[in-house]
C-alpha cells in the first residue's frame, strides 16, 4: 500500500491550499482516509477523517477545512481555507481499518509541509 501526499506549501494567514494523497494497493473506496499533523515540538494530531459515513473534524478546524474523496482516483483531499499560523505543520495522510467502532490507521503517507505565515 503506498501513499503519496502533495499540495503544501507557504502561504499568509487567511489563505488557502489543497492537500492531495493518491493512493495504490488497496481498494480505496472500502476503507476509511485521514489526515493528521505535526507540528515542531508536538505530538502528530488528527485533522480529519472521511468514511462512507462522510467527514469528521478536529475542533481546531471545524468550518475552515473540508475532508473530500474522489474513489475513482484513490485520492483523498483536505481543502484547508483561512488557515492560521497554528495550522503550520507537517500534514500526512492515512488509510485506516475499521475495528469495531474505531479507526486503526495502518498506513501512511510521506508528509507535506505546510507553513503559514502571519
Known amino acids: 500500500v503506498q501513499l503519496q501526499a502533495s499540495g503544501g506549501g507557504l502561504v499568509q494567514a487567511g489563505g488557502s491550499l489543497r492537500l492531495s494523497c493518491a493512493t495504490s494497493g488497496r481498494t480505496f473506496s472500502r476503507h476509511v482516509m485521514g489526515w493528521f499533523r505535526q507540528a515542531p515540538g508536538k505530538e502528530r494530531e488528527f485533522v480529519a477523517a472521511?468514511?462512507?459515513?462522510?467527514?469528521s473534524y478536529a475542533d481546531s478546524v471545524k468550518g475552515r477545512f473540508t475532508i473530500s474523496r474522489d474513489n475513482a482516483k484513490n485520492t483523498v483531499y483536505l481543502q484547508m481555507n483561512s488557515l492560521k499560523p497554528e495550522d503550520t505543520a507537517v500534514y500526512y495522510c492515512a488509510t485506516a481499518l475499521v475495528v469495531g467502532t474505531s479507526y486503526e490507521y495502518d498506513y501512511w503517507g510521506q508528509g507535506t509541509q505546510v507553513t503559514v505565515s502571519s
Open positions: 472521511i468514511s462512507w459515513n462522510g467527514g
